[in-house]
């Protein structure tokens, strides 16, 4: 079963999802740009959910990220920013 993103209302830039882990700094800094931006997103903490709901998110990120790393965001399907390129967020979701 697939798990629910957690979802953060603001302005609606298309979808972007976040493959983020709990503990990761460049993670939350990547949130905090989005929330800062008052940007509407989902995420998930791959690193709380169940061994089976992990390996079926990771199977999911690596067609956008092969290397499988975080944090991850992916905008409307198409375009895919992999680390803390803040600038690049921030470019991507004007």
Known sequence: ??????????????????YALSTCIHCKQTRNLLDELHIAYDYLYVD?????????IMSEMEKYNPNGSFPTLVINSK?????????EIREALK
């Open 79 to 87: 375009k895919v920013i992999i680390g803390s390129r803040l600038d």
């Open 1 to 18: 079963m697939t798990p629910t993103p957690f979802h953060v209302d603001g302005t609606d830039k298309g979808t972007v999802m976040l």
């Open 48 to 56: 709380q959910l169940s061994r089976e709901e992990m390996d079926e």
